[in-house]
């Protein structure tokens, strides 16, 4: 007999005796974005998704830094001509130091 | 993260005889939280960022700054950024060793968090190419990234040769011809409207496209004035046509074709047009030679449901090649990519304005029918 499609199917019931099982079924696997419960969401699978992007485009250039600053940053100016009184003593990045010594306090904060 | 007030004074010491039109500004932004382009995406943080030539920082505003409307989600304030330096205290911290990116994860999370940065600004500001710069203890890094790669310099000493930065600064704040203003890189065919043109268009949505007052003064708050072709014929010279309202779609990706789509309107004619701005790969077939190829081939009748291309212009292969608009990162060269831009007329409607299911079927089979005779009968 057919099954009627305007009445509602029984819903089976337990056998007397045997346990009903309540556990879900199973969703077939889908092709979908699923992404509950995916890497795709974790910052770990982010960056290596940017690195993955960027590892196979990027160039390093191999030439002199000059050569490049010509060639790649294309302008209008004339030669620069650098300030005069701008050493490096007159600005914070101190010159000649251990690299510890100048950044050190500064890094305290992140490393410890 | 951490203090870089001093590299902050060193910088702006080296711009600080640029003509003032022209300077940049440094700016400690290691607090400052940029909303990035893409909305599952975390917060960025630069460390220092260099505003437009004009722009002093701290609450100036940049109405004349080449930027463009994004969704309401996105950030302004890489908009106000020429570009972006990350600092990191040593030089092991720096991301590539021997020519590539090192294998480990600070060094990834350095890469992405440059890559990141050049999404932004080449996004935010509709530019052609952008650089970021890293520093790494005393050594920096300049990345020159646009739409297929990146270039990237070796690393050099900025703080005993201070010139190099100096002179890259220099020249960054001096375009080539034929822009007079802004920066390497920047757009110079795309311009915010002046408030008079704002007015004209305004005036124009109101007595020709039934605009009401609210929604027409929303539609062109921010609105662009870009350089198109009315036409296909390369000797026709560009005339500037004016965004209408926010952009109706565009790629968050930093490589590929960068596809934008708006809504425009001419002062001069009387439609609305779609104008589409996107990055061909040289060795595709232009976009216009396709709907070219229909009328030629007696496939456009009158009920095609297919838009008319009714203007493009090829970038790349028109502007002078220091503009940008062919992009050079990539080897073989056709892998580069040329920036295209097209007009399509008429505009059609979102899927959510149609009034009935019927007409949204019909949507559906007219832009698969479109899409068969663009792409399959050719």
Redesign the interface.
């Known amino acids: 007999m057919n099954p009627d499609p305007f009445v509602p199917p029984k819903i089976p019931q337990p056998l007397p005796g045997i346990p009903h099982d309540l556990t879900p079924r199973k969703h077939k696997e889908q092709n979908g974005p699923y992404v509950a419960n995916s890497d795709v969401l974790r910052p770990e699978a982010n960056v290596d998704r940017w690195v993955a992007r960027v590892e196979c485009r990027l160039f390093v250039y191999t030439g002199p830094v000059s050569e490049f600053i010509s060639s790649w940053v294309p302008s209008s100016a004339a030669d620069y001509d650098p300030p005069a009184n701008l050493g490096c003593s007159a600005v914070s990045v101190p010159k000649g130091r251990a690299e510890d010594d100048m950044y050190g306090p500064l890094v305290h904060g992140i490393l410890w | 993260?951490?203090?870089t007030?001093?590299?902050v004074?060193?910088l702006n010491?080296?711009v600080?005889?640029v003509e003032e039109p022209r300077r940049l500004t440094f700016a400690d932004s290691h607090l400052t939280s940029f909303a990035t382009v893409h909305k599952?995406?975390?917060e960025q943080k630069p460390d220092i960022v260099f505003l437009h030539p004009g722009d002093r920082g701290a609450g100036s505003s940049t109405p004349d700054s080449t930027m463009l409307p994004s969704e309401s989600h996105h950030s302004e304030r890489y908009r106000r950024c020429a570009g972006v330096i990350e600092v990191k205290?040593?030089?092991w911290q720096d991301p590539?060793q021997d020519?590539?990116?090192h294998a480990t994860k600070t060094a990834?999370?350095t890469?992405?968090q440059i890559?990141?940065n050049a999404r932004s600004l080449i996004m935010e500001n509709m530019s052609c190419f952008v650089?970021v710069i890293g520093i790494y203890?005393?050594q920096a890094r300049?990345y020159?990234f646009d739409r297929?790669?990146?270039?990237?310099?070796?690393s050099?000493n900025y703080?005993?040769d201070?010139?190099?930065l100096?002179?890259?600064f220099?020249?960054?704040v001096?375009?080539?011809?034929p822009a007079t203003s802004g920066i390497?890189g920047a757009d110079h065919t795309i311009a915010p409207a002046t408030k008079e043109e704002k007015i004209s268009v305004l005036f124009k949505l109101l007595h020709g496209f039934s605009y009401g007052i609210q929604e027409g003064t929303m539609a062109v708050m921010n609105s662009h004035r870009i350089q198109v072709r009315y036409g296909n014929d390369a000797s026709t010279p560009l005339i500037p046509c004016f965004t209408v309202g926010d952009c109706l779609s565009g790629s968050a990706g930093?490589?590929g074709r960068a596809t934008i789509v708006w809504i425009v309107v001419f002062l001069e004619r009387e439609e609305l047009y779609v104008l589409k701005d996107s990055w061909r790969e040289c060795h595709r077939r232009a976009e216009y030679t396709q709907y070219e190829s229909l009328t030629l081939r007696g496939h456009r009748e009158p009920n095609t449901p297919l838009a008319d291309c009714v203007g493009s212009v090829d970038m790349g292969k028109e502007m002078s090649a220091?503009g940008?608009y062919r992009t050079?990162?990539?080897t073989p060269d056709t892998l580069n990519r040329t920036r295209n831009r097209l007009l399509l007329y008429p505009v059609g409607h979102t899927l959510e304005s149609f009034s009935s299911t019927r007409s949204l079927v019909e949507g559906i089979r007219d832009a698969v029918k479109g899409g068969r005779l663009l792409y399959c009968i050719i």
Request: aromatic share 10%.
């Open positions: 993260m951490f203090d007030s001093c590299q004074e060193l010491k080296l600080a005889h599952t995406e975390h205290a040593h030089e590539i020519g590539k990116i990834k999370e890469i992405a890559a990141k650089f203890g005393h300049i020159r297929v790669g990146a270039i990237v310099l070796p050099f703080v005993e201070y010139t190099i100096g002179r890259f220099y020249r960054l001096h375009p080539p011809a390497v930093l490589f220091d940008g050079l990162s990539m």
